[in-house]
Each structure stands twice: as structure tokens, then as C-alpha cells.
Nanobody, 121 residues
């Protein structure tokens, strides 16, 4: 199983970015998928999570600005980020709670490589 995140970059305050994450590797099903972020010198923190059924949860700091969604058929999760602030600057990591492959193997607490988001004028 691999998680490949994309869509990061440099954006001005108030701008928008959309992050995408593809889970590949003969996956049969995935439970929760989410996005975390880590700013320099800070702990990694939850940004948003979505269950396989579409139930979402957000960090208070991003509520109303970020939207998480997923396409179960494509094994993808997205993070639409609007009204970005300089404090949103961080490396954003895709995460899956548990995935099952067609061969019956389980992957738990699995992380992607991260994509840099920089909000600056």
C-alpha cells in the first residue's frame, strides 16, 4: 500500500488549494482517511478525517474553511482549503486508519510522505 499526496504549494492569504491523496496497492477497502499537518517546531495535528461512510470531523481551527471528501471507488481523499491563513503553513500528511487488500492483508495507521503548503504574501 502507498499513499501519494499532491496539490501543495505557495498561496497568498485568503487563497485556496486542493490537496489530493491516492491510496494504491490492490486495496479492497479503507476505513477512516484523514489529513494531518505539522508546522516547523510543532507537533503533528489532525486537520480533518472522514469515515468510509462519509462522516467528517474537523479541527476547530479549520472548521468552515476546509472540506474533506473522498471517492471510495478511486481510493482517494481530498482536502479543499479555502480562506487560507499564514498559520495554515505546514507539511500536510495523508493518513489511513486501516486498509484491507484483496489478499486479506491489513495496513493500519499508515502515512503518506506529505506535501508542503505555504501561505504567504
Amino acid at each position: 500500500v502507498q499513499l501519494q499526496a499532491s496539490g501543495g504549494g505557495l498561496v497568498q492569504p485568503g487563497g485556496s488549494l486542493r490537496l489530493s491523496c491516492l491510496a494504491s496497492g490492490s486495496i479492497f477497502s479503507i476505513d477512516d482517511m484523514g489529513w494531518y499537518r505539522q508546522a516547523p517546531g510543532e507537533e503533528r495535528e489532525l486537520v480533518a478525517v472522514i469515515t468510509s461512510g462519509g462522516i467528517t470531523n474537523y479541527a476547530d481551527s479549520v472548521k468552515g474553511r476546509f472540506t474533506i471528501s473522498r471517492d471510495n471507488a478511486k481510493n482517494m481523499v481530498y482536502l479543499q482549503m479555502n480562506s487560507l491563513k499564514p498559520e495554515d503553513t505546514a507539511v500536510y500528511y495523508c493518513h489511513l486508519d486501516r486498509a484491507r487488500t484483496y489478499s486479506g492483508r491489513y495496513y493500519r495507521n499508515f502515512w503518506g510522505m506529505g506535501t508542503q503548503v505555504t501561505v504567504s504574501s
